[in-house]
């Protein structure tokens, strides 16, 4: 692990990251050394730093810290934590004027390839996700409501769980992005209110729309899933799994998997 570009494994406790939670991350593939999408990757946490208002990020440094943890490794996940660093006064950001980079790696999750093989089962998750547009689309460092998702899934037999909003609407899974076939329409939840904008699902999204692949992003009810012929899930590391079950429901069709076969790597 790297903080602020120094091999070392301790953070300050006066950080908002911990005090907070004031600051956002991403999660992305290594293969071969290097890092998957890595312009996606550090335009994603612009637009959250943007959007949380942190400024001051030194972002050469950070792409050149990326690029360096990724050279050591031929396979496995980077992840990259930026809070808006230590200082001001409770809530107060007035004095942060450094933000953190935290860059650390872990082993590749194996069972993904033996996933997007066999597939996946969904459990319709009872923790809603809340509706805040400022938030929404970004990952920032509140995640108590998926660290509850999670433990829930865990009680299940599921590979990865449905989560709705407090309205009772379709929005992601606990750690991907949500797309479903119906005929020759694709369709995806929108995410304005809740919910992470996947890197792989913006990927899904412009490469289908290429290919002539009407997609819709809609506020739909977990019931539509009934009507689709084809379930997959994404995101950066997976990065596209097929789902077959969803608690009562199957899906034998594996239509729209193949046609974004560009994203398989096996």
Request: hydrophobic share 40%; charged share 25%.
């Amino acid at each position: 692990m790297w903080i602020n570009g120094e091999a070392q494994d301790s953070l300050a406790v006066g950080d908002r990251a911990i005090q907070f939670g004031d600051g956002c991350f991403t999660t992305a593939r290594i293969l071969c050394g290097k890092v998957v999408a890595l312009g996606a990757h550090l335009q994603r946490l612009s637009l959250a730093c943007e959007r949380l208002l942190i400024r001051g990020v030194d972002w050469d440094a950070l792409r050149d810290e990326m690029l360096f943890a990724a050279a050591t490794r031929v396979e496995g996940v980077l992840k990259v934590i930026l809070s808006r660093g230590a200082g001001g006064r409770g809530y107060s950001a007035s004095g942060c004027d450094r933000p953190t980079r935290i860059v650390s790696l872990s082993d590749y999750p194996s069972h993904y390839h033996q996933l997007r093989q066999n597939g996946v089962k969904l459990a319709l998750s009872s923790i809603r996700l809340s509706r805040n547009p400022v938030l929404a689309g970004i990952k920032h460092l509140n995640r108590l409501e998926q660290v509850l998702i999670r433990t829930e899934l865990e009680q299940t037999d599921a590979d990865e769980a449905l989560v709705l909003d407090t309205e009772g609407m379709l929005v992601e899974c606990c750690a991907a992005n949500l797309f479903w076939r119906k005929g020759k329409q694709v369709f995806t939840p929108d995410l304005t209110n809740s919910g992470v904008r996947g890197i792989q699902r913006q990927q899904v999204i412009q490469l289908l729309r290429e290919q002539g692949t009407e997609v819709f992003e809609v506020r739909q009810p977990p019931q539509v899933l009934a009507e689709a012929e084809e379930v997959l899930i994404t995101n950066a590391l997976m990065p596209v799994l097929p789902v077959i079950q969803i608690e009562q429901l199957t899906y034998n069709s594996r239509k729209l998997f193949n046609l974004i076969g560009a994203f398989k790597d096996d």
